[in-house]
C-alpha cells in the first residue's frame, strides 16, 4: 500500500491535463480510503482553524509550515453521511446557492444575503460562481469595517458579496493561474492564482473547499473576505512611507513604469530599516551605479504572484535578475532562503503583491570582488588588501578575476611568507581579465597582476589553479569574477630537478636519476609531470644490498624511477575524496591514490608532504618507495583471509601478509608395558616443528602418529619417513580461510579408535551430514563408550550450539574447515624461510618471518620483496637437490644474504653462511672440536683466518 501512495505521489507530480487542485483531492482521497467511500482526508494545523487537504508532502511530514498538523477525516465536496453506514454514501441533494449555505456552515454569508436583498438572485435562474468566506473570516474584520457593512446593507453590503461573484459556473480546474475574473460588481477584477501544491487562490485568499455544486452555480468555501485591490504596485510605493528609500532607488533606476504598467510581479520591498543595515560605502556606491542598482532592484522582482497563503513549504522561485531563492514558510511567518525576513504580506495590487522585508538582497552582481568575497568565508584576504593598500590600483571599470584564498587557508601558513612582500604575494590572486568558470580547461596559463602565468588544472571533480582549488564555483561580480580557493597560491620558480637539488633529503634520489638520465626529463622547463620522490630514508629502509643491485642494473633502475613518474600535474586537491583514483606511471603500471582526512595516500600509505610545485610539474614527497607490480593485478586471496566477509574487491600491491601459522596436532597412540594404550594429542607450534615432530617420532612406543598440519608448509621428508617406520600415518591441510565454503551444508567427519582385548586398536571411519547430525552422533558415542579420536566439521556457517556440545564432550580432538585449500605434501621438495627485518620510522627494527613452498615459490618471494614496508632480507633454504637455477638467481638477486642447507643441516659450498668444524690438538694428545658459524660477503676470509690461527 506504501508502494502504492509513493507512486501516486510521482504521478501527481507530473503535468498531464488533470488540475493541481484535482490531483491533491484524489490524494486526499486515496488516503481516506479504508474510512469509507468519498472521504477525504484533512489536516488541522493544530492551534488554529486552518485546515488543508492532505497532500503528499504534508501526509509524510506530519506538519504545515513547520507546525503540527492533526488528521481527521470529512466528506468530500459533493458527497453526505447516511445515519449507520460508513464514510459518505450519498451524493449530495442539488439546491439552489442560496440554500447551499446553510448545509455548507456559511450562515453569515446566508444572512447577510437575505439582508442585503440577494436571496432572490441567489436563488434564482442562472449560472454563478460564489466565493463564499467562512464565518470566522467575517468576524476577522475589522469591527469598524463590518458595522458600515451592516448599517448599508443595500448598497455595501451587496457590493462586496457581489465582488465575491463571477457569472459563469467555473469548477477549481476551470480556475487558471494568472486568470483576472470580472465580477458581479461593476465588473471589478479579481485576480486567480491556481499553484502546483494544488492550492488555488482569489486575491491572495485561499479556497479551502471547492466544487460545491448547486442547481444555479457553485460554490467555492473562502479563508477570508476578499478585498477590491484598488491600487497599483506603484501607489503601494507612493502610500508607504516605510519604503519611501526603495521608492528613490526605483525612480533613479528608471523602472517606476514597470510597477505600473507589468502584470503579474510579486514585490520584495526591502524596508527603510533595511537599506539602513547596508554600509554607508556600499549603499552610496549602489545608488550611484546605474547597472549595480537595476541588479539589485531586479533581484527583489519576481515575475508570477506569491501569496503567503499559498506557501505551506519550501518553493523555489527566480528574480528578474536571474537568481534563485527559496520562499518557505516557518508558523504563520514567510521566510526567503530560510530566514524570517518578511514584515508585512499579502500587500495585494491590481498588477501584482508586495511582501516588505527587513534585509536588502544584494546579488553577486550589484557586489564588487572583495565585498563578496568577505562575505563568502574570504574576510582575511580582504582585509590583507586594504592593509596592503592596493585597492585603488583595482579600478571598478575594469573586469578582474579574484582568486580569494579561504579564511581557513590561513592557518597554516608562516606569517613570514606574507609580510616579505604582501602586495606581491596578494596580486598573484588577481588576474588580469575575466574568467568564468566555464571559460576554464586544462593546461591553461592565465597572466596575474604581477605578469606570472597560473596554469589550471582540470579533474574529474574539482578544478584547480596552481596548487590550490575552487572551493565554490566562480561567481560574477559587478567588477569581474570572484573564486573562493582552498590554498594560498605558491607560484614555482624552479624545475623538478632544480627543486630536488635544493633540499640534502633527496641526495640519493638525485645520484640515481642522474645515472640514468631522467635528471634530464625532470630539467625540461616543456614538461608536465607528477614525481613521488622517495627520501633518503625511504632508500635506506630499501636496503643496501636492493640499491646496488638498482645500481649495477639500469634499465631495471629506470622502470624503478619511472614507477615514480607520471605524465601531467596531480595536486592534492584533484583527488577525489572516498574514491580510489587510479594514476598511469611513464613505467606503465598504476598507482592508486586516494584522500583520508585532507591527506594524499598511497595505498596504504601516508605522503608525507604534498603539493611542492616546480615549474614543470609536482612533487609528492614519500617515505617508502613505490614498487612496480608488474602484471600482476590479483585480488589477493590473502585479503579475503584477512578480512573475511568482505564485499569489497581490493587489489593488494603493496603488502602481502604471511598466511595463517604453522600449527601442527599431533595425536600419537602409545602402547604401555601392562599392554593397555593410551592417547596423547599434542600441538606443536612455533619455529623448531620439525625437531619437536622427530622427538616425538621416535620417543616410546607408537602404534600410530596421527598428524594435521596447518599452515602453508610442508612436513618436511625426513620427518615423514621417521612417521611412516613408526606406522604412523599424516593428513595435510595447506591453508584454512574463514568464509564461505562450496559445500552447501555441514557435514561431519568422525574417526573413532576402538582397543581391543589383546591392546591393539582399530578404527571406524563415519561420515554424517543432513539435518539429524546430532542425534546420529550421540548413538555413535552411547554405542560401547568408544573412543573418539578425531573430528573434522565442514560446513558454513556456525555450529549449533548443541552440536558443539555434543563434539566437544566426545572427541579428543575436532576441528572446523569452512574452506579448505587442497595441497599435497612437496617431499623432497625446497622450502623457503625468510627473515625481513623492516626498520621503523623511529629507528627502530621489527622482523617478519615468512615460510614459502611448492610451485610458486618465485612468485610468493617476489610478493615479499615488492611489499610497501622495505628493508634487509634474510634467506634460508632446506631441501634436498640442487636449487633450480631460476630460483637460485631469484634469491641472490633479492636477499642480502642467504644460506641453503642439506638435511644434515651443514651449508653448502658457496653459500654466504657457513658452518665451520677445526679439530683441535690438544696438549695430553687428545682432540677436541670447534664449531665456528660464519656469514657474510667475506666468508672466504673469514675460513682462511681461522685455517691459519696457532691452534
Known amino acids: ?74 466528506c468530500c465536496p459533493g458527497y453526505i453521511t447516511i445515519g449507520g453506514q460508513r464514510g459518505c454514501p450519498a451524493v449530495s441533494p442539488l439546491m439552489s446557492l442560496y440554500s447551499s449555505l446553510e448545509p455548507l456552515g456559511a450562515t453569515t454569508t446566508k444572512d447577510y444575503s437575505e439582508r442585503a436583498g440577494l436571496q432572490e438572485q441567489l436563488d434564482g435562474p442562472g449560472t454563478v460562481t460564489f466565493f463564499v468566506p467562512r464565518n470566522d473570516a467575517w468576524d476577522e474584520l475589522p469591527r469598524r469595517q463590518r458595522n458600515e457593512l451592516e448599517r448599508n446593507a443595500r448598497n455595501g453590503l451587496s457590493n462586496k458579496l457581489q465582488y465575491h461573484m463571477v457569472n459563469q459556473r467555473l469548477m477549481a480546474s476551470d480556475l487558471k493561474d494568472g486568470d483576472v475574473l470580472p465580477t458581479l460588481h461593476d465588473n471589478q477584477k479579481v485576480l486567480i492564482n491556481h499553484y502546483r501544491n494544488g492550492i488555488v487562490t482569489v486575491n491572495c485568499v485561499r479556497v479551502f473547499k471547492a466544487n460545491n455544486l448547486a442547481t444555479n452555480g457553485v460554490v467555492h468555501m473562502l479563508d477570508g473576505v476578499l478585498t477590491e485591490p484598488a491600487r497599483t504596485l506603484r501607489k503601494i510605493l507612493d502610500e508607504n512611507k516605510e519604503l519611501s528609500t526603495l521608492k528613490s532607488a526605483i525612480v533613479g533606476a528608471g523602472m517606476m513604469s514597470d510597477l505600473e504598467e507589468e502584470q503579474g510581479l510579486t514585490l520584495l520591498a526591502p524596508t527603510n530599516a533595511a537599506f539602513e543595515k547596508l554600509p554607508d560605502s556600499v549603499l552610496k556606491r549602489i545608488l550611484s551605479d546605474p547597472i549595480s542598482l537595476k541588479a539589485l532592484l531586479n533581484n527583489h522582482l519576481v515575475n508570477n504572484i506569491h501569496c503567503a497563503e499559498a ?104 606569517m613570514e611568507e606574507l609580510s616579505s612582500d604582501l602586495k606581491f604575494v596578494l596580486k598573484n590572486h588577481i588576474l588580469k581579465k575575466k574568467v568564468s568558470i566555464y571559460q576554464l580547461y586544462n593546461g591553461q596559463k592565465l597572466e596575474n597582476e604581477n605578469g606570472k602565468k597560473l596554469r589550471v588544472f582540470m579533474y574529474r571533480k574539482s578544478i584547480c589553479i596552481e596548487n590550490s582549488c575552487v572551493a565554490k564555483k566562480g561567481m560574477e561580480t559587478r567588477t569581474g569574477q570572484l573564486y573562493i580557493v582552498k590554498n594560498l597560491i605558491r607560484l614555482p620558480e624552479k624545475t623538478l630537478m632544480n627543486d630536488l637539488e635544493d633540499k640534502k633529503e633527496f641526495s640519493t634520489l ?19 609531470y607528477t614525481l613521488f620522490a622517495p627520501t633518503n630514508k625511504a632508500f635506506l629502509a630499501l636496503g643496501r644490498r636492493r640499491l646496488n643491485q638498482l645500481k649495477g642494473n639500469l634499465k631495471e633502475l629506470e622502470a624503478f624511477l619511472r614507477f615514480h613518474l607520471s605524465g601531467g600535474v596531480v595536486v592534492r586537491g584533484g583527488i577525489n575524496s572516498g574514491l580510489t583514483n587510479i594514476l598511469k606511471t611513464l613505467h606503465g603500471g598504476t598507482v592508486h591514490l586516494t584522500s583520508k582526512d585532507g591527506n594524499m595516500m598511497i595505498g596504504r600509505t601516508k605522503v608525507m608532504e604534498s603539493d611542492l610545485m616546480s615549474t614543470n610539474g609536482v612533487i609528492h614527497v614519500i617515505d617508502v618507495p613505490l614498487t612496480p607490480r608488474g602484471k600482476q593485478d590479483f585480488v589477493s586471496e590473502i585479503d579475503r583471509t584477512v578480512n573475511p566477509g568482505s564485499k569489497k574487491t581490493s587489489i593488494i600491491t603493496s603488502e602481502i601478509r604471511p598466511s595463517i601459522t604453522r600449527v601442527v596436532i599431533v595425536k600419537k597412540t602409545i602402547t604401555n608395558p601392562d599392554g593397555s594404550t593410551n592417547v596423547q594429542t599434542y600441538r606443536l607450534e612455533g619455529d623448531d616443528i620439525e625437531e619437536q615432530l622427530r622427538k616425538l617420532a621416535i620417543e616410546g612406543r607408537s602404534h600410530s602418529v596421527t598428524i594435521m598440519v596447518e599452515g602453508n608448509r610442508d612436513i618436511p621428508s625426513e620427518i615423514l619417513r621417521l612417521i611412516e617406520q613408526g606406522g604412523g600415518r599424516y593428513s595435510k591441510i595447506t591453508k584454512i580461510l574463514n568464509g564461505e565454503t562450496t559445500l552447501g551444508r555441514t557435514m561431519v567427519n568422525v574417526t573413532i579408535t576402538t582397543v581391543d582385548a589383546d591392546g591393539t586398536t582399530r578404527e571406524q571411519m563415519h561420515r554424517l551430514e543432513g539435518d539429524n547430525i546430532e542425534e546420529r552422533l550421540q548413538r555413535l558415542t552411547r554405542r560401547g563408550q568408544p573412543n573418539i579420536e578425531s573430528i573434522v566439521i565442514k560446513g558454513v556457517g556456525h555450529l549449533s550450539k548443541e552440536l558443539q556440545r555434543i563434539i566437544e564432550s566426545s572427541a579428543i580432538h575436532y576441528s572446523h574447515i569452512t574452506k579448505v585449500l587442497p595441497g599435497k605434501p612437496a617431499m623432497g621438495s625446497h622450502v623457503l624461510t625468510v627473515n625481513k627485518r623492516i626498520v621503523n620510522r623511529d629507528g627502530t627494527t621489527r622482523e617478519r618471518t615468512y615460510h614459502l613452498e611448492g610451485t610458486g615459490i618465485e612468485q610468493q ?85 681461522l685455517s691459519e690461527s696457532q691452534q
Open 510 to 528: 638525485i645520484e640515481l636519476l642522474r645515472l640514468t638520465g631522467l635528471d634530464r626529463k625532470l630539467s625540461d622547463p616543456t614538461g608536465s
Open 861 to 945: 618471494l617476489r610478493r615479499i620483496k615488492e611489499e610497501g614496508q622495505q628493508g634487509s632480507i634474510h634467506i634460508r633454504v632446506e631441501g634436498e637437490g640442487k636449487l633450480p637455477e631460476e630460483l637460485r638467481r631469484l634469491i641472490e638477486s633479492i636477499a642480502d644474504d642467504y644460506v641453503q642447507t642439506s638435511p644434515d643441516n651443514q651449508p653448502f659450498l658457496g653459500s654466504r653462511k657457513a658452518t665451520v668444524k677445526k679439530m683441535v690438538k690438544n696438549p695430553d694428545g687428545t682432540y677436541s672440536t670447534h664449531t665456528y658459524t660464519l656469514e657474510g660477503d667475506d666468508i672466504d676470509e673469514q675460513i682462511r683466518r
Open 311 to 414: 506557501v505551506i513549504g519550501n518553493t523555489l522561485v527566480e528574480t528578474k535578475e536571474g537568481n534563485q531563492m527559496v520562499l518557505g514558510c516557518n508558523g504563520d511567518s514567510l521566510t526567503i532562503n530560510g530566514k524570517p525576513i518578511v514584515d508585512k504580506k499579502d500587500l495585494v495590487a491590481k498588477n501584482g503583491v508586495v511582501h516588505t522585508i527587513s534585509d536588502v538582497m544584494v546579488p553577486h552582481s550589484a557586489k564588487t570582488a572583495l565585498e563578496l568575497a568577505k562575505s563568502s568565508g574570504a574576510k582575511q584576504f580582504v582585509d590583507m588588501f586594504a592593509e596592503a593598500g592596493i585597492g585603488d590600483a583595482i579600478k571598478d571599470d575594469e573586469k578582474h578575476t579574484f582568486l580569494a584564498p579561504s579564511d581557513d587557508s590561513f592557518k597554516d601558513t608562516p
Open 1 to 74: 500500500m506504501k508502494l502504492i501512495f509513493l507512486l501516486m505521489c510521482v504521478w501527481m507530480a507530473g503535468g498531464d491535463a488533470m488540475s493541481h487542485y484535482a490531483r491533491l483531492l484524489l490524494h486526499s482521497r486515496a488516503r481516506a480510503s479504508q474510512e469509507g467511500p468519498n472521504m477525504c482526508t484533512v489536516q488541522q494545523v493544530t492551534g488554529t482553524d486552518k485546515k488543508y487537504y492532505s497532500s503528499c508532502k504534508t501526509w509524510y511530514r506530519k506538519s504545515i509550515c513547520k507546525k503540527p498538523t492533526t488528521v481527521s477525516y470529512e
